[in-house]
């Protein structure tokens, strides 16, 4: 009977190497898994039309890649198959679309850092969550490395930021002046 309890409290196999995962730290890494996804698809598209192999888009698509990689190797490491599923055909179609569908929308204002940077911030919540409710000691170190990289990257992107928007800034400004032409001087009421 003290065998049935155990397994019903969740410390079935304390005595065995590893831990038996609950649902929570299941949904955890499930959506890190689905964040990072989503993340790593809009890199990919925002790195589609550059030349560059070594972007920040492309590096951020592998650093999410790992990331993906480090939660989908946890979830099948789980002893139900139910909690084995991965991502689907489905899911990453429809996140290649969306990401295709935000990448065209950063372009066309300008701002793909800075649509990149909150994608990438997202997963590097999503880690943070992870990693801070960890029992295991394998996962919190692999997601650890991940922060340290996310971390040089999201810095590296921060430090780009600025040039971006010096960048764009003559364009909107030429923008704001072409709408004032035909308001007797008053641009907000020509938006």
């Not at 990689?69 to 969306?98: C, F, N, V």
Request: aromatic share 4%.
């Amino acid at each position: 009977m003290e065998g049935v309890l155990r397994h019903k409290t969740g410390n079935l196999g304390a005595g065995k190497k590893g831990h038996i995962m609950v649902d929570a730290e299941v949904l955890r890494l499930r959506k890190l898994r689905g964040v990072a996804l989503r993340a790593r698809a809009l890199g990919k598209s925002l790195n589609a039309n550059l030349d560059m192999d070594d972007s920040v888009f492309a590096r951020g698509s592998v650093l999410c890649w790992t990331v993906a990689r480090i939660a989908t190797g946890r979830l099948r490491a789980h002893p139900y198959l139910s909690y084995q599923k991965g991502h689907g055909e489905l899911a990453g179609a429809a996140d290649a679309a969306i990401a295709a569908a935000s990448a065209a929308a950063a372009r066309r204002r300008h701002r793909e850092l800075n649509v990149f940077a909150e994608h990438l911030q997202a997963v590097a919540r999503e880690v943070d969550d992870v990693r801070s409710v960890s029992l295991s000691p394998d996962l919190s170190d692999a997601l650890g490395r991940v922060q340290i990289q996310m971390r040089r990257l999201m810095s590296e992107l921060n430090c780009a930021l600025p040039a971006q928007r010096a960048a764009a800034a003559p364009q909107t400004r030429r923008r704001l002046e072409e709408l004032a032409v035909g308001t007797d001087s008053w641009p907000y009421l020509a938006i």
